[in-house]
């Protein structure tokens, strides 16, 4: 069984539409991520969040809002999808340790979202 | 404003030979750098580091330097095997400020490795 799952994998959608992309793990991390990949723009950061109560926006969080409704549970939320947001979409996670910069990140399989 | 950027985004070499993949960085809080290699329909997985402190780190057959004085660092697969062909992402995390405990992607290079 997969360790960071998301669902759904695919999702088709028309402009204005509410979507959520959830995403679990069962790595019992601490940190998870949401991220975006564009054509010639690598990943970009959405949200993340270093536990269950902290949330924190990153790079490009306009239009988008997340949930984080247990360790295990970090969901996405478009309020109003617009064609622009077509994209896929990879949840992550990540170990939390005093001091330590940084803790490798594992991804799951990803959501291609169409906005049309 | 990209802070870290991968110029190349395709490179095809052979079997057996030497791939070279370059990424450099704009943000000088980056401490530690990564390299994430990403097949189709799954996500990126993490392939090799290196800490701003080294200037070289050595996995198997991967390989990644860092020139900080540049803000440029590469990653050599020797040799290379069809199975390597993906796209691999640069990756860079700071030691504070904004970029702290945070990824920045370069954009990717796509790599083919031919028979």
């Known amino acids: 069984d997969a360790d960071v799952t998301q669902t759904p994998r695919n999702r088709i959608t028309k402009t204005g539409k509410r979507i959520m992309l959830e995403c679990s793990q069962t790595?019992?991390?601490?940190?998870m991520y949401w991220y975006r990949q564009d054509p010639g723009l690598g990943l970009r950061l959405i949200y993340y969040?270093?536990?269950?109560?902290?949330?924190n926006k990153g790079e490009i969080s306009d239009g988008y809002s997340v949930s984080r409704q247990a360790q295990a549970k970090f969901s996405l939320s478009l309020e109003s999808a617009i064609p622009n947001q077509t994209a896929l979409y990879f949840c992550?996670?990540?170990?939390?340790?005093?001091?330590?910069?940084?803790?490798?990140?594992?991804f799951g399989p990803g959501t291609r979202l169409t906005v049309l | 404003d990209q802070q870290v950027k991968q110029n190349s985004p395709s490179l095809s070499v052979q079997e057996g030979r030497i791939s070279i993949l370059n990424c450099d960085y704009t943000?000088?809080?980056?401490?530690?750098f990564l390299w994430y290699k990403k097949y189709p329909a799954e996500g990126p997985t993490f392939l090799i580091s290196?800490?701003?402190?080294?200037d070289k780190n050595e996995d198997g057959r991967f390989t990644v330097f860092l020139n900080k004085s540049a803000k440029h660092l590469s990653l050599h697969i020797v040799p290379s095997q069809p199975g390597d062909s993906a796209v691999y992402f640069c990756?860079?995390?700071?030691?504070?400020?904004?970029?702290?405990?945070?990824?920045?992607f370069g954009q990717g290079t796509i790599l083919t490795v031919h028979p």
């Open positions: 990756a860079a995390i700071g030691a504070g400020g904004t970029s702290y405990g945070k990824l920045t």
């Open positions: 992550a996670t990540s170990e939390s340790e005093m001091g330590q910069t940084y803790n490798e990140q594992f």
């Open positions: 290196i800490s701003s402190i080294k």
């Open positions: 969040s270093f536990d269950v109560k902290d949330i």
């Open positions: 790595k019992g991390h601490d940190r």
């Open positions: 943000n000088s809080m980056f401490d530690y």
